[in-house]
């Protein structure tokens, strides 16, 4: 089945403790990226990735990290959480581009930072 | 700086009326529009996108959209809701020169009454 996964669903943590969110797709697709979902602020774009070893800060980067080492992956990685990154988080990818091509979203990954 | 609004944070309509979400946006080129519904629970679905030609598009589950230049307005439409669209329904601008920036306007929460 063509699908984007997230690891983990649901993950609460506390201030400072390192975390990946992984990100999986299995559609060759590449362009992936990463957004945030707050109430009342809609999704914010946080990196995005045009092909493999090609990244680009989106709206809101500050706090994290992306590498895109290998085409099907693209982890964010929160190096110091901090209670300001609690939010939804989404991964997305299409097969080039997000204009011309239907970009698919992953299920979602729930981040509580305490 | 690009930036997409959505007047209406909440609208609530009766099944069986007619539908119409607002969107304006801010981008000095011609925009690469797309609307985008989340149901409860769900991640990002595509309804519909414009990027050239005809200035009424088409989407799944039977809901259009106009581009109107002069406005700077991509308004969704749709001329009798079902009770399962009930969902929040988001507006989005692709911008940059890369064309991987994405940027959502912070959505319009649409309940359906029976």
């Known amino acids: 089945e063509a699908q984007v996964t997230q690891n983990p669903r649901y993950l609460i943590t506390v201030t400072g403790k390192k975390l990946t969110v992984t990100c999986s797709q299995n559609m060759n697709h590449e362009y992936m990226s990463w957004y945030r979902q707050d109430p009342g602020l809609g999704l914010r774009q946080i990196y995005y990735?045009?092909?493999?070893?090609?990244?680009d800060k989106g709206d809101v980067p500050e706090g994290y990290k992306v590498s895109r080492k290998e085409k099907r992956n693209f982890p964010l990685i929160l190096e110091s959480p901090s209670p300001n990154q609690t939010s939804l988080y989404f991964c997305a990818s299409s097969l080039q581009g997000i204009v011309s091509y239907e970009q698919y979203f992953g299920p979602g990954t729930r981040l509580t930072v305490t | 700086a690009q930036s997409v609004t959505q007047p209406d944070i909440h609208i609530t309509v009766s099944e069986g009326a007619s539908l119409e979400l607002r969107c304006n946006y801010s981008?000095?080129?011609?925009?690469?529009l797309f609307w985008y519904v989340q149901s409860p629970g769900q991640g990002l679905q595509l309804l519909l996108k414009?990027?050239?030609?005809?200035?009424l598009v088409q989407g799944i589950k039977g809901f259009e959209a106009e581009f109107k230049r002069s406005q700077s307005s991509f308004n969704l439409r749709k001329p009798s809701v079902h009770w399962s669209d009930a969902a929040e329904y988001f507006c989005?601008?692709?911008?940059?020169?890369?064309?991987?920036?994405?940027?959502f306007g912070r959505g319009t929460q649409l309940t359906v009454w029976p």
């Open positions: 981008y000095g080129a011609t925009p690469y």
């Open positions: 989005a601008v692709v911008a940059g020169s890369t064309l991987g920036r994405l940027y």
């Open positions: 990735s045009m092909n493999v070893e090609v990244t």
């Open positions: 414009y990027f050239s030609g005809d200035t």
